[in-house]
């Protein structure tokens, strides 16, 4: 984990195409890793600030443009040796260097992100206060024990309650398909010792078969492992969270047979490798170019069966009883919004106008209502909603890009420039309420304004660019 965010050294060097025609070349030199993208006669050079990943299966890249960190849409393959498209971008025509990065993402890749509230991907500087995950990620606050060094002075997973012990690992190692967090709280509010639902609660897909990368926690604990543990099976059972040296299969084995070793018949090779047969590797529906260890631990070998239908949303854990609606129906509307699922977002928009009624200030819900109208194509109702939002959290940049876009869907093109203005005088890259802008001045007939507003975007963007399209 110490490895999970670096500074780039001297990074391997390397080029390819994707199906667009867009070419990207990746170059360490004297200005650091550079990494060059050519479409349609535009050529766009970035240096990447950081690598996130530890490089055991991949290697993926931060561009920081000022205050802001986006995503390069670069990622190297250790096995493979070579750099292709980063996970996710394998389905979009024409990949760029605009994805933000935001606070949630970084988390789980580094030891703590400055992350300026009200915004997507700005940070304060130095960006990290810790680069690499560092000792509290999963022991908690170390001042009392750096001050006396004795047990009991940190937090020791492994002594914790099952569902504390396993939130350590959850916070990162099981990603759902929606994280919701409670009123008031921030992802970095969790803290070891603490169960996750007391800051957010994560929920599944309750069919879904698919394998994906950051689901290990979800595998486990599908595994007959596990369930016939009593509780007692867990991330640390079989990973030393502080290994003198990589992993061995044979340690691997040794923690299967320390369960198994009496019950099986002398014709089974559990001598060799437990591992290889019942937790294969696998190619990940999210996991780029590269496979993962399968960790439902399954008797034999078998082919993947595809996904199930994912309308269906259960919470990992429950959270407080008062909590239960409101998490459930945000869940269903980052869902629907994020798979493009209209029966998810009507599900979670039905059952948050009940919410309202006994929470009318939650941010959350009201935002979450004002994003389900405006995909259901009523902006005046959903300029409602945001408005709301907007009086609640005054300079929010996210708030007033809301309102203007709702303004902007609504013809009312001169009240959504007022709000776009403000959106990106707060945060002057985020780009998708300059854009929105842009399309505010054109409605206005002010074309040199959107002009204007194109042409620093792209300046801003471009750092080492030249022509860098704005999207």
């Given at each position: 984990m110490a490895v999970s965010l670096r500074r780039p050294a001297k990074e391997a060097d390397g080029a390819f195409t994707v199906s667009s025609g867009t070419r990207f070349t990746i170059h360490t030199g004297a200005g650091g890793l550079l990494q060059?993208?050519?479409?349609?006669?535009?050529?766009s050079e970035y240096r990447a600030a950081y690598v996130i990943g530890s490089g055991r299966h991949a290697s993926g890249y931060l561009i920081q443009v000022g205050a802001h960190l986006f995503q390069s849409?670069?990622?190297?393959?250790?096995?493979?040796?070579?750099?292709?498209?980063?996970?996710?971008?394998?389905?979009?025509?024409?990949?760029?260097?605009?994805?933000?990065?935001?606070?949630q993402c970084l988390l789980c890749h580094s030891g703590r992100p400055l992350h300026v509230a009200g915004?997507?991907?700005?940070?304060?500087?130095?960006?990290?206060?810790?680069?690499?995950?560092?000792?509290?990620?999963?022991?908690?606050?170390?001042?009392?024990?750096?001050?006396?060094?004795?047990?009991?002075?940190?937090?020791?997973?492994?002594?914790?309650?099952p569902a504390a012990r396993d939130s350590v690992c959850e916070q990162c190692h099981l990603a759902g398909v929606a994280r919701v967090l409670n009123p008031g709280k921030a992802f970095e509010d969790f803290r070891p010792g603490q169960a996750l639902e007391e800051t957010f609660t994560i929920f599944t897909a309750g069919g879904g078969r698919g394998f994906r990368v950051i689901s290990h926690a979800e595998q486990l604990a599908q595994s007959m492992c596990a369930r016939a543990s009593g509780g007692k099976l867990w991330c640390g059972t079989c990973?030393?969270?502080?290994?003198?040296?990589?992993?061995?299969?044979?340690?691997?084995?040794?923690?299967?047979?320390?369960?198994h070793?009496?019950?099986?018949?002398?014709?089974?090779?559990?001598?060799?490798?437990?591992v290889s047969c019942h937790m294969t590797k696998k190619n990940a529906r999210d996991g780029g170019h590269t496979a993962f260890t399968d960790h439902r631990i399954v008797r034999?070998?078998?082919?993947?069966?595809?996904?199930?239908?994912?309308?269906?949303?259960?919470?990992?854990?429950?959270?407080?009883?008062?909590?239960?609606?409101?998490?459930?129906?945000?869940?269903?509307?980052?869902?629907?919004?994020?798979?493009?699922s209209p029966a998810q977002i009507v599900r979670g928009y039905r059952m948050l106008t009940e919410v309202e009624k006994t929470s009318p200030n939650d941010v959350a819900v009201l935002r979450a209502i004002g994003r389900s109208l405006l995909l259901g194509k009523q902006p005046s109702e959903a300029l409602r909603a945001f408005?709301?939002?907007?009086?609640?959290?005054?300079?929010?940049?996210?708030?007033?890009?809301?309102v203007g876009v709702a303004c902007l869907e609504a013809s009312q093109a001169d009240k959504a420039v007022l709000h776009l203005e403000r959106a990106i005088a707060s945060d002057p890259l985020l780009l998708t309420a300059a854009t929105a802008l842009e399309q505010a001045y054109r409605h206005e007939g002010r074309q040199d304004r959107a002009e204007a507003l194109a042409n620093r975007i792209r300046r801003e963007m471009s750092g080492q660019s030249r022509d860098v399209p704005i999207h």
């Open positions: 060059r993208m050519e479409s349609d006669g535009q050529t849409p670069v990622c190297y393959y250790t096995k493979r040796r070579a750099y292709d498209l980063a996970p996710g971008y394998e389905r979009i025509t024409a990949p760029d260097f605009t994805r933000p990065v935001g606070e915004t997507p991907n700005r940070y304060a500087p130095p960006v990290f206060a810790a680069e690499g995950i560092s000792c509290d990620r999963c022991h908690g606050p170390v001042e009392a024990h750096l001050g006396q060094p004795v047990p009991g002075s940190i937090v020791n997973p492994a002594k914790l309650t990973h030393d969270p502080h290994p003198a040296a990589r992993p061995s299969a044979a340690i691997y084995n040794s923690r299967c047979q320390t369960c070793a009496a019950a099986l018949p002398e014709s089974h090779p559990a001598a060799k490798d437990c034999r070998p078998a082919a993947e069966l595809p996904d199930s239908p994912r309308d269906e949303l259960v919470p990992w854990r429950s959270p407080d009883p008062a909590l239960q609606m409101r998490n459930l129906a945000l869940a269903y509307v980052e869902a629907g919004v994020s798979s493009r408005q709301r939002v907007l009086a609640l959290t005054p300079g929010n940049a996210t708030s007033e890009e809301d």
